[in-house]
């Protein structure tokens, strides 16, 4: 008996001590799995890629012509990249937008691995200056999708005084780190007990998108949301962004986490026309 209570209790402290552990010191490596690719050919016009100090690259492809409608494209957790260039990518140019699709070190294509978030971001602000430069003035607007949506809105407030972005595209997106951590946890049966653990405390940033937003001063941004999305649940954004006099919550109806952004795709391209119009 007592030793049945201490091997379960043994496995009770390791359970939690490892999610402690890989919550508070390698988050990346948890919120950013490899991905490849499903199809080794993409589309795009060109690619170029950006290195941090340990060779981890962020790829960006472009696809599309125009210098005066640019979109750059953040995924989510799980990138894919081939299924985009068929349900979104092919739209965007077929409305005269140009894309540039991000790929984060260690997902569809892109070398390495991601490290640190302040290691990423530095990298898609050399990406950004980068990309501002094969688009005319104010004619950049920024798309991010799920966890790709918090990735958009911190890279954006470091770029405020350094690039013009006419409107920033939230889709699918989680009111914090933590939270959509724990939602994810709550996914997986075998993870779920760890979404008892203090989240927020554990991750060394907890990336608000409230407070993010609200730093973005007067870029408007625009939030589509599905109702019928349980990995980020509609409930759990409204009220934070109550205080965000800048956006602007789309719903969709009976969109997923997964096909909201097919749903909403032509609301997504007008939004985006207008944010350049404006």
Known sequence: ??????????????????????????LPYYIFPKVNLKQINT??????????????????????????QCIVFFPGQHAGVNSYERNMFSDFVRNNFKVFSISYPGQDGAKGEVTTIASLTALITQAMLAISLQCEPASIVVYGRSLGGTIAAVSMSKLINKINVSGLILESVSPSLSVSIKNNLHD????????????????PNDYKLNALLNSLNNIPVVIFQGDMDVKTPLHQLITPLNDSKNVNLIVIQSGGHSDTYIKAKNDIISVAHSMLKN
């Open 188 to 203: 997986n049966w075998y993870l779920q007990a760890l979404s008892l653990l203090p989240i927020a405390y554990l991750v």
């Open 1 to 26: 008996m007592h030793k049945t209570i201490f091997f379960t209790l043994t496995l009770l402290f390791l359970y939690f001590s490892t999610g402690v552990y890989v919550l508070s010191q390698k």
């Open 43 to 68: 589309n795009e016009v060109q690619q170029f890629s950006f290195y941090d100090a340990s060779k981890n690259e962020l790829l960006v492809r472009e696809y599309g012509y125009s210098t005066a």
